[in-house]
């Protein structure tokens, strides 16, 4: 899976999305691969993948925990910073030690200058 990411980063979406398909079979769908894959798709500008996996993961009734953060993620990629920060939130609610990640996590860079997430970086304890 990191593979994966680390390709969504250089912008390399083909590579991106193949690496994260492997990654999804092989560890059984997974809400974290399947997020990244979301991920993914959202970044190469491919919402309708991205909006199909996320419906997934948002179901109420589904039977496993994700992590509000990589809800967020899909958002942020997707460019909706309403529900992006409004899993933030959730997140940072949680107390989600995940949260680390918002100081160098590429992903957030579409909204690092909205002062929503200022305050959050703050919160979290990172000087801003």
Do not use: C
């Not at 593979?3 to 059984?28: C, F, N, P, S, W």
């Not at 529900?83 to 609610?93: G, I, Q, R, V």
């Amino acid at each position: 899976m990191q593979l994966g990411l680390l390709r969504i980063q250089q912008r390399r979406y083909d590579e991106a999305i193949h690496e994260l398909k492997t990654a999804v079979e092989l560890a059984e769908r997974s809400t974290e691969t399947l997020a990244a894959l979301a991920t993914g798709y959202a970044a190469s500008g491919d919402i309708t993948n991205a909006k199909t996996i996320l419906n997934e993961l948002e179901k109420p009734a589904a039977k496993r925990y994700v992590l509000p953060l990589n809800i967020a993620k899909i958002y942020v990629a997707m460019g909706d910073a309403e529900k992006a920060f409004m899993w933030l939130e959730t997140s940072y609610k949680e107390g989600n030690p995940d949260l680390i990640e918002l100081n160098s996590e590429p992903v957030f860079d579409g909204i690092r200058a909205d002062p929503r997430f200022i305050e959050l970086m703050r919160r979290v304890g990172w000087r801003v």
